[in-house]
């Protein structure tokens, strides 16, 4: 006998679908499909919580985000964004190593994004900046590099020349 058919008629041929009910064939039907969706939903919430244990300390500023209430930052840039263009308060903002910095940019008309990028266009950093809003990242810089502002929300076709290179000077004597 094959596996298909001990699965379907039983061991000993006891269970046979054409004896069933309606009634039978739709509890079956019900139970089946019930078990393959909440085993499904039992997959992914394992899923989901595994990926969050072993994620859990590799976002870079998670321990400094939790405690940033009692951190004072070294230096703090306020930085205004309107129009499409990012108003810095100096040409280069000088940053020394390991220094912590809190970056509050406010928006005066629409949303847009506040980006740090790396010379490689890797992105160190991001947040979003909502008109209206305490906008503000808490970020300490560990290594020495030049950094480029970028805008890293869609705030329309200007957005895309939202850049202003070489803007924070990182060194570390």
């Known amino acids: 006998m094959s ?4 699965l ?3 061991e000993q041929g006891a269970f046979k679908p054409a004896t069933l009910t309606p009634m039978q064939k739709m509890i079956l039907r019900f139970v089946v499909v019930g078990l393959v969706y909440y085993a499904f939903v039992a997959f992914l919430v394992v899923l989901g919580v595994s990926l969050h244990f072993v994620t859990y300390y590799t976002i870079p500023w998670k321990p400094m985000d939790m405690h940033r209430a009692d951190i004072a930052p070294d ?3 306020d930085i205004g964004v309107a129009n499409h263009r990012f108003e810095m308060p100096a040409e280069r903002l000088q940053v020394a190593c390991n220094d912590k910095v809190r970056f509050n940019v406010t928006s005066r008309d629409l949303t847009y994004g506040f980006g740090l990028f790396r010379p490689d ?3 160190l950093f991001q947040m979003q900046v909502v008109p209206g809003h305490r906008n503000d990242i808490l970020w300490q810089f ?6 480029t ?3 890293t929300e869609y705030s ?7 850049v202003v290179k070489d803007a924070v000077v990182v060194s570390c004597d």
């Open 3 to 6: 596996f298909a058919d001990t």
């Open 8 to 10: 379907v008629n039983g």
């Open 75 to 77: 230096k703090v840039f």
């Open 121 to 123: 266009h890797s992105m």
């Open 142 to 147: 560990d290594k020495p590099g030049v950094y």
């Open 149 to 151: 502002i970028r805008s």
């Open 156 to 162: 329309g076709p200007a957005g895309v020349n939202m």
